[in-house]
Each structure stands twice: as C-alpha cells, then as structure tokens.
C-alpha cells in the first residue's frame, strides 16, 4: 500500500476504485466534473440523496463511501472528485480501494469543522486513469465547494457563467507544473538507465577477449548503441506527447484566468476595468523547460503574497525596473477594490514614480535616506493603526486612508537605507501581509556587503531574475524550471491605461469599496 501525500498521484490501472473514510461522523459524496474542473449539469452530485450517476456510486456503509466504475463513466467526464464535509474537526484517513478489497493506497486530510475538503481525485491522464491526494479546504463548507465547481445545488442548476475560484485556478496550475515535472524527471531517469546500460555493456564488451576486437566486438558495441538510441528516443517521444496534451490543457486554463493571472495579449486586460471584488493572486512571469524550451506555463502565486518579491538586477537597473512596474500594475489591478495606495522608495531619484500616477502614491517618492526612513516609519504606523483598529473590532472608526492596502516598491535595495530602516522593513514583512501592505523590491546581492540582516532578508523574499534564467526548482521532482520575467505588454500603453483607470478611481478618499 502506498501512503499518500497532498499533491501526490500514482497511476490506477485497475477498472473500478473506491473510497472510504474511516470515521462515521464525517460524510462523503462526489462530484463528477467535464471540461475545466465543472459539474455538467446538476446531477453530477452523487450523495445520500442522489446515490448514482454515469459509473459513480454512493455506498451508505458504514463507513460511507463513494465507488467509481472508470468504465462506467461517460466520455466526457474527466474527473471525478471525492469530497467531506463534518460537523467537528479531525483527522480522518481517506482509502482507497480496488475492485478485489485490496487498499492501495491511503491518504490523511484534516476535515476542519463546518468547512468542507476536496479529499482526493480520479482524473484522466493521457488514456489511462490517475489518482491524486487533494486536500483541498473550502472554509465555506460544501455550498463553496459545489460553488466552485458549477454547482448551486439550492437551485439544481449549473452556473457556467460563474468564475472559478483562485484556490481551484492555483491548484490547478500546480497540478500542471507537477505532471510536467514528473514526465520530465521520468525522461531524465530513462537516460540515465539507458546510460548506465550502454556501459555497462561495454564493459562486458571490453571483458570478453572474443568480443574485444573483430567483427563480432563491432556488431556488439553497435547494438548495444542501437539499443540505447532506441530506449532514449522512445522516452522522448513520450515526454513530447505528455508535453503536448499538457501544453492543450494549459491554452484552456489560460482563456479561463482573470485579468491579473491573464497574458497581456487576453481579452480579460484588453476590455479591463477596476472590479469591485479583490482578486487574490498575479502573475509574477513563466516557467519554461530546458529540455523543451517550446513549452511554458505561467508562474502564479496567490495573494497575500507568503513572501514579498524581490526582483534581481541582473543585466542592469531598467530590465529590473521595468519587471517590477509590471508585477505593481498587476498587484494594484488584483487589489484595485482595496483602493491600494503604492509608496516609492527610490534612493537617488532616477526613477521617479515608476510611472505610477500621483492619484496612486500615499506620499511623493523618497530619494534620500531620510525620507526613506521617513516612508518606512509611516508604513510601521500604518500596520499599527490598522492592526489595533481590526483586533478590537473598530476598523470602521479608522480613518479611510488607513483601511485601504498598501503597495511598497523599493529599487536597488538596499542602497542608501539604515539598519533602523531596515528594521522597519522587518515589521513590513512579518506583519503586511494579514494587514494588506505588500512589498515588493528590486535589489543586488547582499553577500558582497558583509551584513547578516541583509542576507537574512534576502533569503526570506521570493527572489526572481529581471531576465530569463535563474534556475527555479520545484517541490515535486526536483526539475529546473527556467524563469520567464513578465516585463509587460509590448504595446506599454496597455500599462498606462490600466493604471489611469485605477487613478480615476481614487478621486474620492473615502470611496472606500472592500476591506475584510
């Protein structure tokens, strides 16, 4: 049996597969999904009171569960998603089953109370059948969860028109980076074995005096090339075909992504304007493969960024500048119903605003140490303000300047800024992101300066190149991914007018729209 982990899948050759929970108190149902993570109609819940549909069966047990005849199922269907729901929080431990009552493999989610956990997934995959540990929370319980996925299950219809959530659209691109990085790592090990093979069959060779030299010494070393060229390209084609259909899916998810998500080129920026609802991730660039350079995916990550960005001057100040303009047009796009307001640490003042318009800015740009400690200092109070304001439940008696969020962009960091500055920037960092004060930087390395506060800082953000490059290597199989700055549109007016959109915005200081 294989015990497995959020995130992880394994293939399931078997033509029917089961799924138990091993407490009664917990309840489980599934949702059989089409194209794009979506429910085709208001029968694909299976549950207690809708006990089968298309191959899918509910199991009133004890313990519940939920069967799956992967033959059964129609052609459309392309994934069928095991979710609980429990009064109490715990841990449970989800089975799954094969045909002849062999567990194969198990998984242990935590269901928190009132909240509702898509525990784990039987999804197509290139012809065959895989298995996937999800975990995905939903803390709006089973209403969010069916929400998400098409289902308003009050009024037994499909809401196709209703956008996926940022949890669905960010697992899903992890979930395409992960089967990328897994064909990858697979073409990798075949080479190696293939590899290790040839040689070792030419040792053989070299071993046997009759095979040493001659004739029949030719014929062995040639077929034991032949044997070699035909395992790699075989691996190649395979990791080409699995790219391919990745690189299919991945055309459709990118339709599908708001405007902060969204390539420039989408209609999503094109038609912008400010949304009255908070968006909760951005683009920061792409991914490509070394090995397949023709493939790329974007790199999202969610908002309240974990960590703040800090961008690397590479080939020199404008490439950087210009990625980090880019990434604070995306944030203040993602956060316009925050009315997010962008302070501008620029020591020397060859930078200006960055193009970002005064009706934006908290305060006119600091060029000089002390109007960066200055900066940083009203930022602190801000946190402060806003920290007390919403622990004692008094965030409407603020003041409307401080409910909105906050954007600091600091170039060539750390140029020109103090220890008490830097200190300062230490708060931002550990408390910003619960309180809506994001940060965002361009910067050199810190080793050459010899300060450990530096190196420590540096090591907390999350680094990314000013041009491609810069190896980035994930959690799932160790590839190298090559990082893909997102420098902007090429036509910068697009820019330019998602930013003058946003100032027509802030004619009001109190039109304040959102802060939760």
Request: without cysteine; glycine residues 8%.
């Amino acid at each position: 049996m294989i015990h497995l982990v959020a995130g992880q899948n394994l293939p399931w050759p078997e033509l029917r597969v089961t799924a138990y929970l091993d407490d009664p108190s917990v309840s489980v149902r599934a949702l059989v999904l089409g194209a794009g993570y979506r429910v085709r109609s208001a029968a694909d819940l299976v549950d207690r009171d809708h006990p089968a549909r298309s191959g899918v069966e509910w199991l009133s047990g004890p313990p519940e569960g939920v069967t799956v005849d992967l033959t059964g199922l129609d052609a459309d269907v392309e994934r069928v998603l095991w979710v609980a729901s429990a009064a109490t929080g715990r841990p449970v431990t989800l089975q799954l089953v094969a045909a002849s009552g062999e567990v194969l493999a198990d998984f242990n989610p935590v269901v928190p109370p009132g909240s509702a956990v898509v525990l784990a997934e039987v999804y197509r995959r290139d012809g065959a059948w895989k298995v996937r540990a999800v975990g995905q929370g939903y803390a709006g319980g089973l209403d969010e969860a069916f929400r998400v996925h098409g289902l308003v299950e009050r009024e037994d219809t499909v809401a196709p028109s209703q956008g996926r959530s940022y949890e669905d659209l960010l697992r899903q691109n992890r979930m395409i980076l992960e089967d990328a990085s897994r064909t990858t790592a697979s073409l990798g090990s075949t080479r190696d074995f293939a590899r290790q093979r040839w040689e070792s069959e030419q040792e053989q060779i070299v071993a046997d005096p009759a095979l040493r030299l001659g004739e029949r010494g030719d014929t062995a070393r040639r077929e034991a090339q032949l044997r070699h060229d035909a395992m790699v390209r075989e691996a190649q084609e395979r990791h080409r075909a699995d790219l391919a259909q990745l690189q299919a899916e991945l055309e459709t998810f990118e339709s599908e992504l708001p405007a902060p998500l969204a390539r420039w080129g989408e209609r999503s920026w094109t038609e912008w304007q400010p949304p009255e609802q908070m968006h909760h991730g951005l683009r920061v660039g792409g991914l490509a493969l070394p090995d397949a350079p023709l493939f790329a995916m974007p790199f999202l990550v969610a908002l309240p960024m974990g960590r703040p960005l800090w961008i690397e001057v590479d080939a020199g100040a404008d490439e950087a500048t210009r990625v980090l303009r880019t990434a604070a047009t995306r944030l203040l796009a993602a956060t316009a119903a925050a009315l997010t307001r962008v302070s501008v640490v620029d020591i020397g003042g060859t930078r200006g605003s960055l193009g970002i318009p005064e009706a934006l800015l908290q305060s006119p740009p600091a060029t000089d140490a002390a109007a960066a400690q200055a900066v940083l200092a009203e930022v602190v109070d801000h946190l402060e303000l806003l920290g007390t304001a919403v622990a004692s439940g008094s965030l409407d008696a603020l003041d409307p300047r401080h409910q909105a969020d906050r954007l600091l962009l600091v170039t060539d960091f750390p140029t020109g800024l103090d220890e008490g500055t830097l200190r300062h920037l230490i708060t931002v960092i550990e408390q910003g992101p619960r309180l809506g004060v994001h940060l965002m930087v361009t910067g050199t390395h810190a080793e050459s300066l010899d300060l450990p506060l530096l190196a420590w800082l540096r090591d907390y953000f999350l680094r990314v190149t000013s041009v491609p490059g810069g190896d980035l290597v994930d959690g799932y199989a160790g590839i190298n991914w090559t990082f893909l700055p997102d420098a902007g549109p090429t036509d910068p007016r697009i820019i330019d007018d998602v930013l003058d959109r946003l100032a027509l915005t802030r004619s009001d200081p109190y039109n304040l729209r959102r802060r939760t």
